[in-house]
């Protein structure tokens, strides 16, 4: 359960930093942007599959890009939170991009468990590390 709450987190800091990169893109504040994580978290649970699966061949076709307009999609249907508004076709395509780098690099710091983890190298010989 930990681990869902970090990610969560990670998820509303990837929302406001996308928010403050991006005009089209508007978080009132973190709450909102919480909020926000929250929909997004439940509908790439949700929705997200079932619609990879519905636009399969549209995806092989374009070589899966048009997964970008998936993404899209649902960050604009995230939209339904108050204080969470995105604006504009391509602003969602750039924003889920966006939003899915940052969170990509702060999760690569997030164990299973939700804590920081790091893996701790000694150097045995000339160039062998254990």
Do not use: H
């Not at 929705?47 to 076709?61: A, V």
């Not at 998936?70 to 939170?81: D, H, K, T, V, W």
Request: neutral net charge; aromatic residues 14%.
């Amino acid at each position: 359960m930990n681990g869902l709450l970090v990610r969560w987190l990670v998820l509303t800091c990837a929302i406001l930093v996308t928010s403050y990169i991006f005009d089209g893109i508007y978080a009132s504040g973190f709450f909102s942007a919480f909020f926000a994580a929250a929909v997004l978290g439940i509908f790439n649970a949700v929705l997200r599959p079932i619609l990879l699966i519905i636009t399969l061949p549209i995806n092989i076709l374009s070589l899966g890009l048009f997964t970008f307009v998936i993404n899209a999609m649902l960050l604009n249907m995230a939209g339904i939170i108050p204080g969470f508004e995105v604006r504009g076709f391509w602003t969602a395509v750039f924003g889920s991009l966006t939003i899915s780098i940052v969170s990509w690099v702060l999760n690569v710091f997030i164990n299973e468990r939700g804590a920081v983890g790091y893996i701790d190298l000694n150097k045995k010989g000339n160039a062998q590390w254990e």
